[in-house]
């Protein structure tokens, strides 16, 4: 297809297009003649990946091109791929100055991120920034004062590992690379999806306490 | 205590506290002598508040203005001054141009969201803008081939409600303003800290998926 009609079929305007393949998110079209460049569905899906990344994901121009990338180059045995694959893309959603601010991060909230992992016998690489995520953000609500927080932080490990694996069902048919992209989408969209869950669950479990208190 | 006191126990620096003061975020300290101001416990926790929303909860100076003027104008009856804030903070935290693109929005994705409230039995006023955020998300999903999406989505609400409920555990004691405020940081650190907890999660149930895999 043309670019124009690339622009239609993703809701991406031209030049927008022009730039990510500037930028190197979007693979080049194909030069079919003089004055003539053709894109195929390989172009359209990625597109629709960037776009989601940048204008859903909220990521930054440089982070989406971490991501496709890792996309890109993929070790040859499937399971190898994608292991390495959502490592790689889990690195590049990161944000980037992950480790980078020990202020950030008191030993303590550090071991209980370890010790977290290790009582629920999850297999995590030491790399996985989530693991220095989760000890920044486990140091800010110390510091405000976040109270019941081991009770409070189960309930969310259990939240997380039932979200997990409802993601993985069914995302892993297809290449690599496919699963890939699926377990992606399904993490950035549905941590959209969850905060704003969240929110309704909270105001609707509110209203319920409120009007459920005997002193009423 | 003097703005220096202030400094080291809340770890911002004079100049931000100084500049908080001025847009508003953070209450003047009283002029007890000339050229001596005084601070209280009461700016130290609106200090350290007002840091978690912009460095930890990411929000824009504007947002968080909002956050903390709906913490400081509420109803005298403690239900209403609880659900009023609650509802005013998360009207707060939510992004500013919400409902503003109904291009992101389809339609039948309007219509899930609130059939899934329906089915949930959630109360949720009209205005909560999570409505639009999950419907936004929704469609983004669907635009990028999110399968399986029912079933994800209802997991996803199990989850959340299940946060929701922990959330809520313990966070109504004291005052309205203490329960909205206790609550405003649980969902901000909350959702970093879920987030985190999924991306673990994720790599662990992939690994232990792969190498249960009878095809190994």
Known sequence: MRIGELSDRSGVPVP??????????????????????????????????????????GLS?????????????????????LLTGLGKTQYAIAEPEVGADSQDMDALETQRVDRLISHRGWTIGPHNPSRVELAKALTAGARLGMEGS?????????AAGMVAEADLDGA?????????????????????????????????????????????
């Open 16 to 57: 927008t297009i022009k730039f990510y393949v500037r930028e190197g998110l979007v693979p080049a079209g194909v030069r079919t003649q003089v004055n003539q460049v053709s894109y195929d569905d390989r172009h359209l899906g990625r597109l629709r990946l960037v776009r989601a990344l940048i204008q859903v994901g």
């Open 61 to 81: 121009v440089a982070s989406a091109r971490r991501v496709v990338s890792a996309l890109d180059d993929q070790p040859a045995d499937p399971k190898a791929a």
């Open 150 to 158: 081991d009770a409070l932080l189960d309930s969310y490990a259990d």
């Open 172 to 216: 892993l048919t297809g290449s690599p690379e496919e699963s890939v992209e699926r377990l992606l989408i399904r993490l950035i969209i549905g941590d959209r999806i969850l905060m704003a869950l969240r929110r309704l669950a909270q105001e609707s479990a509110a209203r319920a306490r409120l009007s459920a208190d005997p002193s009423e």
